[in-house]
């Protein structure tokens, strides 16, 4: 079995003593693993960093092994990134998140929004909108489109952290305490302040951790908070 592909470095780790095993998110074929033979080696350090996009050439006996990966740099944004802090978070973030995804299986959306999250200016609205679109690719995708208490489709304000569902102001009147806040620019265009940022990132935090991070024994991303704090500040 052997396929080529472009991929995103999402995670290395040390296999024996010389070798490695890398994470990748490649396009139509979703996160593969693969042994890197000797990719401890000064030669493969710089090239071997979560962030890069690399040419990777896959190859096993038998399609359910883990298999190897030869490994060409096509872009390199580490460098980059650890020299630009927040930047760095963002990266961090953004692999940790698509770890999340099931392996060998496509996720080319959630992989192109990764691309442009990491080559493009920092955007905190596109960074939730990440989060929820990465909810909804893990199937616990949150019903923003109407009311669910009365099928209204204007003034949603909150969303149910049961159901995940939006609530329109007037419906969450009596019991809005008990919801979550929904602001504007993720079901609207429009500006995102300070405020509104923090309560996308406390909404899609809460189901992050309700479906996947709380039932997996998995500790969040600790550079979320620093980058939610510094991506809210006005």
């Known amino acids: 079995m052997e396929w080529t592909g472009e991929g995103l470095l999402i995670g290395v780790r040390r296999h024996g003593e010389t070798s490695v095993i890398a994470?990748?998110?490649?396009?139509?074929?979703?996160?593969?693993?693969?042994?890197?033979?000797g990719g401890r080696s000064t030669k493969l350090a710089a090239t071997l960093q979560p962030g890069n996009t690399v040419q990777l050439t896959w190859r096993a006996r038998i399609e359910d092994h883990l298999g190897t990966f030869t490994v060409e740099l096509l872009q390199a944004r580490a460098a980059a990134l650890i020299a630009d802090r927040t930047r760095l978070y963002l990266s961090q973030l953004l692999c940790d998140h698509l770890r999340l995804l099931p392996e060998r299986d496509?996720?080319?959306?959630?992989?192109?929004?990764?691309?442009?999250?990491?080559?493009?200016?920092?955007?905190?609205?596109?960074?939730?909108?990440?989060?929820?679109?990465?909810?909804?690719?893990?199937?616990?995708?949150?019903?923003?489109?109407?009311?669910?208490?009365?099928?209204?489709?204007?003034?949603?304000?909150?969303?149910?952290?049961?159901?995940?569902?939006?609530?329109?102001r007037t419906a969450a009147e009596p019991y809005k305490e008990k919801l979550l806040p929904l602001p504007t620019f993720l079901?609207?265009?429009?500006?995102?302040?300070?405020?509104a940022l923090?309560?996308?990132?406390?909404?899609?935090?809460?189901?992050?951790?309700?479906?996947?991070?709380?039932?997996?024994?998995?500790?969040?991303?600790?550079?979320?908070?620093?980058?939610?704090?510094?991506?809210?500040?006005?």
């Open 187 to 195: 079901t609207a265009r429009g500006n995102a302040s300070p405020e």
């Open 23 to 37: 994470e990748a998110m490649v396009a139509g074929r979703g996160r593969y693993l693969g042994l890197v033979r």
């Open 106 to 168: 496509p996720h080319d959306r959630m992989l192109a929004l990764a691309l442009n999250l990491l080559d493009g200016p920092m955007d905190g609205a596109a960074l939730a909108r990440f989060e929820l679109t990465l909810l909804d690719e893990l199937g616990f995708g949150l019903d923003l489109t109407s009311c669910a208490a009365t099928g209204a489709t204007t003034d949603l304000a909150y969303v149910s952290p049961r159901s995940g569902r939006a609530v329109s």
């Open 198 to 234: 923090h309560a996308a990132f406390r909404l899609t935090g809460y189901f992050l951790n309700e479906h996947f991070w709380s039932p997996r024994r998995l500790d969040h991303p600790p550079t979320r908070d620093a980058l939610v704090e510094i991506l809210s500040r006005g």
